[in-house]
Every structure is written in structure tokens, then in C-alpha cells.
């Protein structure tokens, strides 16, 4: 199977590492990453310490099976108008990315190409994940391997396919732990709400993910915001099988020593996904009539801050 892992920063790296084992992998992503890719290798550090060789690139072309998307969330729909000339009704697109409606994007992308080229919903196949994996960029070349966890895929429509099996047995046979989600809808508005109580509550404050759980009022903001989006997420017909801000203590305690990558891209002068987290909770919650005070807070404060930066 060939692979193309588009938007190959710190994450799309780290997964194009590990499947560059087994599998014939090109990487497409920044031009001083790629070049010190192609000629020294890929470094790792971390909680995995080696060098891999994937095939690199700056630029989309050939043919591939499968289409990892890793690109930032609000780059969803310039990286599909890129990508449209090679993927045709036997590419797989997997879009591996935080927040809400990358998987609409991708699909509203592919009906456009679709209705030119007589493909259908059913013979272009996209796939959904979601992953605890934490990775940092460090420099050209190299990446750091932060966190390790479990990585969740699934069809948009819940179905167990071929398809999805064969992905879930490849990311499993080089060491990157997969199972197969029969409601990825639900697992995705999980994590989007854990990331929406831990990452712009760092932003804001500078602090590491561990002190949100050490300052009584931070953790108390935490599960409000945790509230907020359980309500839409319900109105949505979303409903969990456990306790969101439990989930949401748990992950900032595992990462306690993390700088949450919204923070991350506060402090290099990037663009935040908040727009994709709290912004499309809160959008969300307006199309059901449910108030949203936190997350509106959140998405105007993070949104300021990066305007001033």
C-alpha cells in the first residue's frame, strides 16, 4: 500500500515514521523539514529514540492508496483543493486532525470532484481518527515523542469495512496501538471536548496541563466548559457512556508536563484550531439554542491573543 501523509509537521511525522517500517510512505510537509528528512533521516526522540526513512516531498503527486490528512484543521479545505488531481474512487482519505467537521470538508471536497468524474459517497472512501499520541516539533528533521496512547479510527457511517480493518491491522503491525470506534462521531466529540476544557485554558494562562488540575479554580472552569459541550454535543444526538470531565482529568494528569499544542502555537506566533474546538462548540450550540458563555470566552480570548501576537 502506498501512504502520503499530507501536512507532515510534529504528528504527521510521527505516523509516517512508524508505518515507513512496513509500508511504502511519503511525507509532504514543510520544505526545510522535508529536505533534512531526505538527506539525514527522520529523528525521534523521546518516548521512541530512532532514526526512520520515509520519502519525502513539498509538493502532492503520484498515486497513492492511502491519504493521511494531518494538516491543521483550518487548512482542511485548501489542503483538499491540492490534493483533488490524485485521488481518485480507490483512494482512502483518513483525516487524523483536531476538532469538529474536517470529515465534512474532505466530503464536500470529494462530492465536487465526484459529481466531474462520476464518483459517488460510496466508492470514495473517508475515514475518521483520533489519537492521544503527543508529538512536538523540535527542528528540521526532528521530532519529539511526547505522549503515548491509543489511536481510534473509524468509517464516518460506523460500519467495520475492509478497508477500515486493513488500516487498523497496518498502524497495529508497526508498533502504533489501533482500534476500530463503531461510533467515531461520538469519539471525536470527546476528545474535541477534552480539548476545549484543557488547550485554550493553557493558552490563556501560559501554564502546563498539569496545574489545571492543581488550581481548584482552573479545574472548576474545566468542568463547566466540560458541561457546555456535553449539552450541545447531546442536542446534536451525541450521548457518552461515561463521565466527559473525568475523561478530561485523566488526559490533563497523563500530560501533565505537556505545553498543550494550542499553547504551542501561541507562543511560535501561529494560528490556533480554536475556531474547530470551542468556536464550533459554541457555533454549534447556536444552531440549538443553547448558551455557550465559556467557550464564546475562550474562542475570543485565545482568537485575541494570537491577533496581538
Given at each position: 500500500?502506498?501512504?502520503?501523509?499530507f501536512g507532515?509537521?510534529?504528528?504527521?511525522?510521527?505516523?509516517?515514521?512508524?508505518?515507513?517500517?512496513r509500508?511504502?510512505?511519503?511525507l509532504?510537509?514543510?520544505k526545510?523539514?522535508?529536505?533534512?528528512?531526505?538527506?539525514?533521516?527522520?529523528?525521534?526522540?523521546?518516548?521512541?529514540?530512532?532514526?526512520?526513512?520515509?520519502?519525502?516531498?513539498?509538493?502532492?503527486?503520484?498515486k497513492?492508496?492511502?491519504?493521511?490528512?494531518t494538516v491543521?484543521?483550518?487548512?482542511?479545505?485548501k489542503?483538499?483543493?491540492?490534493?483533488?488531481?490524485?485521488?481518485?474512487?480507490?483512494?482512502?482519505?483518513?483525516?487524523?486532525?483536531?476538532?469538529?467537521?474536517?470529515e465534512?470538508?474532505?466530503?464536500?471536497?470529494?462530492?465536487?470532484?465526484?459529481?466531474?468524474k462520476?464518483?459517488?459517497?460510496?466508492?470514495?472512501?473517508?475515514?475518521?481518527?483520533?489519537?492521544?499520541?503527543g508529538?512536538?516539533f523540535?527542528?528540521?528533521?526532528?521530532?519529539?515523542?511526547?505522549?503515548?496512547?491509543?489511536?481510534?479510527?473509524?468509517?464516518?457511517?460506523?460500519?467495520?469495512?475492509?478497508?477500515?480493518?486493513?488500516?487498523?491491522?497496518?498502524?497495529?503491525?508497526?508498533?502504533?496501538?489501533?482500534?476500530?470506534?463503531n461510533?467515531?462521531?461520538?469519539?471525536?466529540?470527546a476528545k474535541?471536548?477534552?480539548?476545549?476544557?484543557?488547550?485554550?485554558?493553557t493558552?490563556?494562562?501560559?501554564?502546563?496541563?498539569?496545574?489545571?488540575?492543581?488550581?481548584?479554580?482552573?479545574?472548576n472552569?474545566?468542568?463547566?466548559?466540560c458541561?457546555?459541550?456535553?449539552?450541545?454535543?447531546?442536542?446534536?444526538?451525541?450521548?457518552?457512556?461515561?463521565?466527559v470531565?473525568?475523561?478530561?482529568?485523566?488526559?490533563?494528569?497523563?500530560?501533565?508536563?505537556?505545553?498543550?499544542?494550542?499553547?504551542?502555537?501561541?507562543?511560535?506566533?501561529?494560528?490556533?484550531?480554536?475556531?474547530?474546538i470551542?468556536?464550533?462548540?459554541?457555533?454549534?450550540?447556536?444552531?440549538?439554542?443553547?448558551?455557550?458563555?465559556?467557550?464564546?470566552?475562550?474562542?475570543?480570548?485565545v482568537k485575541?491573543?494570537?491577533?496581538?501576537?
Amino acid at each position: 500500500m502506498r501512504i502520503l501523509v499530507f501536512g507532515a509537521g510534529s504528528m504527521g511525522s510521527l505516523f509516517g515514521g512508524f508505518l515507513s517500517q512496513r509500508y511504502d510512505v511519503t511525507l509532504v510537509g514543510r520544505k526545510k523539514h522535508m529536505e533534512q528528512i531526505k538527506r539525514n533521516g527522520l529523528k525521534i526522540t523521546g518516548k521512541t529514540n530512532r532514526m526512520f526513512y520515509p520519502k519525502t516531498g513539498t509538493k502532492r503527486g503520484g498515486k497513492y492508496d492511502l491519504v493521511i490528512l494531518t494538516v491543521k484543521a483550518y487548512d482542511t479545505r485548501k489542503s483538499m483543493n491540492m490534493l483533488k488531481s490524485i485521488i481518485d474512487g480507490n483512494t482512502i482519505i483518513l483525516s487524523l486532525q483536531n476538532g469538529l467537521g474536517n470529515e465534512k470538508i474532505v466530503m464536500d471536497s470529494l462530492k465536487n470532484k465526484g459529481s466531474k468524474k462520476g464518483l459517488s459517497k460510496r466508492n470514495i472512501g473517508v475515514l475518521r481518527g483520533i489519537t492521544a499520541h503527543g508529538a512536538i516539533f523540535v527542528k528540521p528533521g526532528e521530532i519529539h515523542h511526547s505522549g503515548m496512547g491509543e489511536t481510534v479510527i473509524g468509517e464516518i457511517y460506523g460500519k467495520k469495512t475492509e478497508r477500515i480493518k486493513k488500516i487498523c491491522s497496518m498502524f497495529n503491525s508497526v508498533g502504533i496501538k489501533t482500534r476500530i470506534s463503531n461510533d467515531i462521531k461520538k469519539d471525536v466529540w470527546a476528545k474535541t471536548i477534552v480539548n476545549s476544557a484543557i488547550n485554550p485554558v493553557t493558552a490563556v494562562t501560559g501554564l502546563k496541563n498539569g496545574y489545571l488540575l492543581k488550581i481548584p479554580m482552573l479545574t472548576n472552569l474545566m468542568e463547566n466548559i466540560c458541561i457546555e459541550g456535553v449539552k450541545v454535543a447531546n442536542a446534536s444526538g451525541v450521548f457518552f457512556d461515561s463521565d466527559v470531565f473525568e475523561e478530561t482529568k485523566k488526559i490533563a494528569g497523563l500530560t501533565s508536563e505537556n505545553r498543550s499544542s494550542m499553547l504551542q502555537d501561541i507562543e511560535s506566533g501561529k494560528k490556533t484550531e480554536i475556531d474547530f474546538i470551542n468556536g464550533a462548540i459554541a457555533k454549534i450550540g447556536k444552531r440549538h439554542g443553547i448558551e455557550t458563555p465559556l467557550n464564546n470566552m475562550l474562542t475570543g480570548m485565545v482568537k485575541g491573543i494570537g491577533e496581538k501576537g
